[in-house]
């Protein structure tokens, strides 16, 4: 089947109707009614491919939410939860029990991450991940007798989840709004009150003394933590110069301040490589993950701990129990799925995929938009690629009225058939790490004809 061809799934009448279900009985992830209007239905999908309800296909420009690594359609996943889904229901993690599944899953994933890396708790999301982070750090320095090491530094434009810690974690106000007040205790970066600075600055402007003026403003006494997604992923994909986390280590260190590496985004093979500080030789203290852990085909998340911290939760004293958990933590199903998940990134070479079908989206995207009049700040690391839409880009002056980012979106959408994510108006796209020569290049024309639809240029 060609990408343009249509044979509807469902009759007009019956996905009007089920658009009319949708508004009256979901409530979706961050709900605003009229977005669903017209929703898109989607019915299955394959490799990079999905199709909706009324048979359109469209590449899946952002791997649905960064997390559908090895595609659509993958009856290996399925078959790997039905497995284990016949030997049994569910398997308490508690108090002294525990599973196959999820026990080779762990030393599986301690085996690919960071080499001091000693053990991992299992969550269900990337949000759980981030919050056990936090509480994580807080509990190693209370183990310490350090019980003022309670605080938590996070930057402008971090994701970090919906929990109402990790939402303010989060360093994108729209994430705040009528939630408030946010959980005492977590602060953002800020631009220095000094801005000289050597250092080579992030896509998104930020340094690594932004984090040593918010270290001295906080007391280093009282900061557990620095939480930081090694790429930026939904506050727009923003890369860092290379020598940003190697400075940040060097200052977590001279502050006894434990580095949180948030790879919910970035971890297996999204930038390259298995996990995306290596890019820069640097180890964190904690690292979250979820997402590409099992390629979303179910829930899973991990929060993984340095060899130290996994010694000082070895050697609990009597009184310090971690009294932290969820009720599927560690399910025996996900853990199957994720095992079997990361099978599959080695027989297919996923990583390596990643690593040089990123190049040429990088490239291709640079090329296609080389000395465009509305395009700048194209950043890229691995299979993510960011740009921004903007009124005059030789001085980067943004457009007046919102609404370019959308309307790019749209025509992507429906006439390139390629489904982006706009922020604003920078264009975001990251798809799945089985994408093809072929499929990269599609993508590519996607974005060049919408924006020239769009901007005229
Ligand atoms: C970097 C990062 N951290 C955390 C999260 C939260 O993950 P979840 O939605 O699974 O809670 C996300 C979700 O997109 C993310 O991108």
């Not at 790997?80 to 030997?87: H, I, L």
């Not at 994720?338 to 291709?364: K, P, S, T, Y």
């Not at 943004?398 to 982006?420: L, N, Q, S, Y």
Request: aromatic share 8%.
């Amino acid at each position: 089947m060609t990408t343009t061809e249509t044979t509807p799934i469902l009759d007009e009448a019956t996905i009007a109707e089920l658009r009319r279900e949708d508004q009256a009985h979901l409530l979706h992830s961050q709900h605003y009614a009229p977005d669903h209007e017209q929703a898109l239905i989607f019915d299955h999908g394959e490799g990079v491919w999905l199709t909706d309800v009324s048979g359109k296909r469209y590449i899946d420009g952002l791997s649905s939410l960064w997390n559908v690594a090895v595609g659509h359609g993958r009856g290996e996943l399925a078959d790997a939860a039905a497995e284990q889904m016949r030997k049994v229901a569910f398997a308490n993690g508690y108090n002294g029990f525990s599973n196959e599944p999820a026990i080779r899953l762990a030393s599986k994933v301690i085996d690919l991450c960071y080499d001091n890396m000693g053990a991992l708790f299992f969550t269900n999301s990337g949000g759980e991940s981030n919050e056990g982070a936090f509480k994580m750090a807080r509990f190693y320095w209370n183990l310490q007798g350090r019980e003022g090491k309670n605080k938590l530094i996070s930057r402008p434009r971090a994701y970090h989840g919906s929990t109402l810690a990790t939402s303010s974690m989060t360093g994108l106000p729209p994430f705040w709004k009528y939630f408030g007040p946010l959980v005492p205790n977590i602060s953002h970066t800020e631009q220095p009150s000094n801005p000289e600075s050597t250092d080579e600055p992030n896509t998104d402007g930020e340094t690594a003394e932004w984090l040593e003026e918010a270290i001295l403003r906080e007391g280093p006494d009282t900061v557990a933590a620095f939480i930081a997604e090694p790429v930026k992923g939904a506050g727009g994909i923003f890369t860092p110069s290379d020598d940003y986390f190697p400075h940040i280590r060097e200052i977590c260190d001279k502050y006894e301040v434990l580095l949180i590496a948030d790879e919910v985004i970035t971890g297996f093979g999204r930038t390259g490589k298995m996990f995306a500080l290596e890019h820069w030789g640097v180890q964190p203290d904690i690292v979250s993950i979820a997402k590409a852990i099992t390629s979303a085909y179910v829930p899973m998340g991990a929060f993984i701990v340095s060899e130290p911290i996994a010694d000082a939760m070895k050697n609990l004293p009597a009184d310090a129990k971690f009294m932290h958990g969820y009720t599927n933590s560690a399910h025996p199903t996900a853990a199957a799925v994720g095992l079997r998940n990361l099978q599959i990134f080695e027989d297919e070479n996923l990583v390596e995929n990643a690593a040089a079908m990123g190049a040429r989206l990088g490239d291709g995207v640079r090329a296609a938009f080389e000395g465009h009049p509305h395009v700048t700040n194209v950043r890229n690391l691995g299979l993510m690629c960011g740009l921004s839409l903007v009124q005059d880009a030789e001085n980067g002056t943004p457009f007046a009225e919102p609404g370019t980012g959308a309307k790019v979106m749209a025509h992507m959408r429906d006439e390139g058939h390629v489904i982006p994510r706009i922020i604003n108006d920078e264009l975001l796209m990251a798809p799945p790490l089985v994408i093809n020569a072929d499929e990269v290049d599609f993508m590519i024309h996607a974005a060049r004809e919408a924006v020239k639809a769009v901007t005229g240029a």
